[in-house]
């Protein structure tokens, strides 16, 4: 700046100096309302409250009133319907529904409600009816959809981010490019005075990734919390792209085994493939481990799945397929011990599944635990995530025993016991100091120390989201799910390839402006044209990553993956 300002009283060309300086505050106002209107938008697709709710009047006869969300009290019965969202948080004291519950608890899927369930204000009502009677607790007393928008809110206008701050991305690629142009001003007020100077340092290598880098952040906060995952440092996401080595601390979910189908019987007139097809298509989009064995087993026949049917729940699950009504209901559990011994301890057992077309029973699915582990599929998938070569480790603070097997089993490639925090600190600075990137999973409120030293902290349980403020990891999952790591993969890609594009945006066109001002007589006000026209694209580009996003979000799209098949055939009869 204090070049540019020398450079243009030594040549008086102060219609460019006027033109370029309206032009950054202009594209700085344009940035700040850009990222406001998307924060609104794509945080209020996956934050939104309702101000209104639908209440039965008292003695009407079924006539509905509208009332605000914030004068109702105990005993009041909120009706909820398909599309809306459910405004307080309460219990379920009539109808049945599919409930989208990603947002609040961060499960993979639709969840089956009926009377006596509890829910969560934030959720999506996505078929069904039901009425919500608003709970005794203090009126004051924060949900935990408020909970997770303040956690939401406070990162996208986090210091690191803010749109009137600079982005840690943006100001590292503006620094590097201070010294070569200074270098190359030097040279061209040699060739042709301070005009050319002049035009060289006009290159404006700011104002376009600035702004990618404040978008990009919010895309990425706006994405991970529709998957379950809080994001409390959007920065940080990067580094899980440089990590050689995961430290991931021991929890009950890690040694859950994967569902497979027992017995599949099948009644006259009807097939397995027909059993099996409708019977995954009615769990495809719900939030039911089963879903995942009736997949693997329509991979292992070759049947092609369902798309876009349409689900009614009145109890069971309907499905309108051709002109067949077909119904999909559980039947009780009667889960056997897995093959080779037996469930784990509190284990919850599997219940068997009645699939019934036009009203006759056409089959019966049993399902039953098998001796594989879930997470041993998540481990191998974490690998092919990154092409770097991953050390993977289990630790423990507890001496166990079975620490051994369960690493193994699981496909980790080391594992410790009684890792004390100082014991963990000591083991993630020795980490780094041999040049290797680490990153702690687990519980970071417990570890705040490992959380930190770590290059990259995920906490894998977010408790009651009542220490969001103080959690020192980057990302919190709402659910002890480590499939999250992946999605989290894909956000931290998808930033790092927009945040290289703004970057080349800005690069491409001001060395062309700097080698057409040494070689080609280009003016300052031709440096000034150029850069804003590469920055006009750059934000045009960021308008159409919004509506992409925002489109995203509205539909429902839970993250399902079909386990491998089971390498026994399910008994048929």
């Known amino acids: 700046y204090t070049g540019i300002a020398s450079a243009t009283l030594a040549s008086n060309q102060f219609l460019p100096w006027a ?3 309206w032009m950054m505050r202009y594209w700085r106002r344009c940035s700040d309302e850009q990222t406001a209107a998307a924060r609104r938008r794509l945080l209020g697709e996956v934050v939104g409250r309702q101000p209104f709710a639908r209440l039965a009047a008292a003695g009407s006869g079924g006539v509905e009133v509208s009332a605000p969300v914030r004068g109702l009290g105990p005993g009041d019965v909120v009706l909820v319907g398909p599309g809306e969202r459910v405004p307080i948080d309460g219990k379920i004291v009539r ?14 899927g639709r969840i089956r409600k009926k009377p006596d369930d509890l829910v969560h204000a934030g959720s999506m009502i996505t078929a069904g009816e039901i009425g919500v009677e608003v709970g005794a607790e203090a009126p004051g007393a924060p949900s935990r959809a408020t909970l997770l928008a303040r956690a939401t809110t406070a990162a996208a206008r986090s210091e690191g981010w803010s749109p009137s701050r600079t982005p840690a991305h943006h100001h590292g690629f503006a620094e590097r490019a201070v010294v070569p142009t200074l270098a190359t001003a030097g040279l061209g007020l ?3 005075g301070a005009p050319t100077a002049l035009a060289v340092m006009r290159a404006d290598y700011a104002s376009g990734p600035r702004h990618a880098c404040s978008i990009v952040n919010l895309q990425a906060v706006a994405q991970c919390v529709r998957e379950g995952i809080v994001v409390l440092d959007p920065d940080a996401l990067g580094r899980l792209l440089d990590v050689d080595v995961f430290l991931i601390e021991h929890h009950p979910a890690l040694e859950a085994a994967e569902p497979e189908i027992d017995v599949i019987r099948v009644f006259p007139d009807h097939s397995e493939y027909q059993v099996l097809r409708f019977a995954a298509a009615a769990l495809r989009d719900v939030d039911d481990e089963r879903a995942s064995a009736l997949l693997a087993a329509c991979d292992a026949r070759r049947i092609p799945p369902l798309d876009g049917v349409a689900i009614e729940y009145g109890g069971d699950l309907v499905l309108r397929i051709d002109d067949q009504t077909v119904k999909v209901g559980n039947l009780g559990v009667d889960d056997p011990a897995p093959p080779g011994g037996a469930r784990m301890t509190g284990e919850p057992g599997l219940d068997a599944l009645m699939v019934g077309i036009d009203g006759r029973i056409a ?6 635990r098998s001796s594989r582990l879930a997470v041993a599929t998540t481990i191998q998938d974490l690998r092919a995530c990154t092409r770097r070569s991953l050390a993977v480790g289990l630790i423990s603070r507890r001496p166990d025993a079975r620490l051994g097997g369960l690493a193994e089993a699981l496909g980790f490639d080391f594992h410790e016991e009684g890792v004390s925090n100082d014991d963990l600190d000591h083991l993630i600075r020795a980490c780094r100091t041999r040049g290797l990137a680490v990153a702690y999973v687990g519980d970071c409120l417990d570890r705040p120390a490992a959380a930190r030293e770590a290059d990259l902290a995920v906490c894998l349980d977010a408790r009651d989201l009542t220490d969001l403020d103080r959690n020192p990891a ?4 709402l659910t002890p799910d480590l499939d999250k790591l992946a999605t989290l993969y894909e956000v931290a890609r998808a930033q790092r390839k927009a945040i290289k594009t703004a970057q080349s945006t800005a690069l491409l066109p001001n060395l062309f402006c700097v080698a057409g001002a040494l070689l080609m007589g280009f003016s300052s006000m031709t440096t000034v044209v150029v850069t804003n026209l590469a920055t006009y694209g750059t934000y045009s580009r960021n308008a159409s990553a919004i509506r992409d996003m925002e489109l995203r979000l509205s539909q429902f799209s839970p993250r399902r993956r079909s386990r491998a098949a089971a390498p026994t055939t399910p008994r048929a009869s």
């Not at 109808?95 to 993979?108: F, K, M, Q």
């Not at 980057?474 to 999952?477: D, G, M, P, Q, S």
Request: net charge positive.
């Open 19 to 21: 033109t370029m300086s």
């Open 190 to 192: 040699l060739m042709g």
């Open 474 to 477: 980057a990302a919190v999952f």
């Open 95 to 108: 109808g049945h529904a599919l409930v989208d519950e990603r947002l609040v608890r961060g499960v993979a």
């Open 363 to 368: 089959g019966l699915i049993h399902f039953r």
